[in-house]
């Protein structure tokens, strides 16, 4: 991990660290180099975090679902305003809506629980050689940079509060079609505070969840397509914390009606499932 890495996990953290307006009211920012509309990943981990201010700490998130509305302008704040829809005796459920001049550009669902015991059981992960046999993926694209777009080169040159190693490397752009299944270990750049855990999965599980029902058309994000989340849900199974590397395993069973659908599931090292999620989202050819 470089210094530069650590600098910008460290940005991430603080962009979950919202501050509190009043009572169930709280704001989040964005990282200055957005130009053009905020990253989903971050609306939802804001979110999570706005709705899990208004818990008592002792109730985890299980699960939450969300949809995009409207694209989020990086220049200005967003407001995050929390619904107390029910506390049971086991189970806390809340609605979060996230605001921009007065409108709605997201809304979400959480529910927490209180740990329990019960019974478990879980799919195994993917049998996929371990991320040490594998390169990193901006060190690699970096390589070719000096062929590419400015646009795409400044983008690379950005540091990155991950470092991934993905098990088929694919350039950006139009590339050969393949099966719609893409595996790819992750880790942090840097130490993570065991309550910003969840936001930050959920931060990170909107990264590259979409690309992969591309694989088969031979696209990527970077080809002539309007690409946008429009919701996502997850579950987060077992409690875990961030350090060693996790695997993103990723697979799109449909495309169709110009969306795209994916699943995914995180593993820990050892193979524990510890969160699955789904989205759909648009990818129009212009």
């Known amino acids: 991990m470089t210094d530069d890495s650590t600098i910008a996990m460290q940005a991430v953290l603080g962009l979950l660290d919202l501050e509190k307006i009043e009572e169930d009211i709280f704001r989040g920012f964005s990282p200055p180099d957005r130009i053009r509309r905020v990253y989903g990943g971050q609306v939802l981990g804001q979110a999570l975090v706005a709705a899990a201010r208004t818990v008592e700490p002792s109730r985890i998130c299980h699960s939450l679902h969300a949809y995009f509305l409207r694209p989020g302008d990086p220049r200005i704040p967003i407001l995050y305003e929390v619904d107390r829809s029910r506390d049971g005796r086991s189970f806390s459920a809340r609605r979060v809506v996230a605001l921009q001049n007065g409108k709605q550009i997201f809304i979400l669902a959480a529910s927490f629980q209180i740990p329990e015991t019960g019974l478990d059981h879980q799919f195994p992960m993917p049998d996929v050689p371990p991320p040490e046999s594998l390169e990193d993926e901006i060190a690699k694209l970096r390589q070719s940079a000096d062929s590419m777009p400015d646009m795409l080169r400044e983008w690379l040159m950005r540091a990155r509060p991950f470092e991934t190693r993905p098990v088929i ?58 690409v946008a989340s429009i919701d996502h849900a997850m579950w987060f199974h077992r409690p875990f914390r961030f350090g060693d590397w996790m695997l993103y395993a990723q697979d799109s069973p449909s495309a169709s009606g110009a969306r795209g659908f994916t699943r995914g599931a995180v593993f820990a090292r050892d193979g524990t499932l510890l969160a699955s999620m789904t989205q759909e989202g648009l990818i129009r050819p212009r």
Do not use: C, M
């Not at 590339?175 to 999965?201: C, G, I, K, S």
């Not at 979409?210 to 970077?222: A, Q, R, V, Y």
């Open 169 to 226: 490397f694919d350039l950006p752009g139009d590339r050969p079609p393949r099966p719609p299944y893409d595996n790819v270990w992750f880790r942090a750049a840097a130490p993570v505070p065991e309550h910003l855990t969840l936001p930050l999965l959920a931060y990170a599980s909107d990264a590259s969840l979409l690309s992969t029902s591309l694989l088969p058309h031979g696209k990527s994000i970077f080809s002539n397509l309007q």
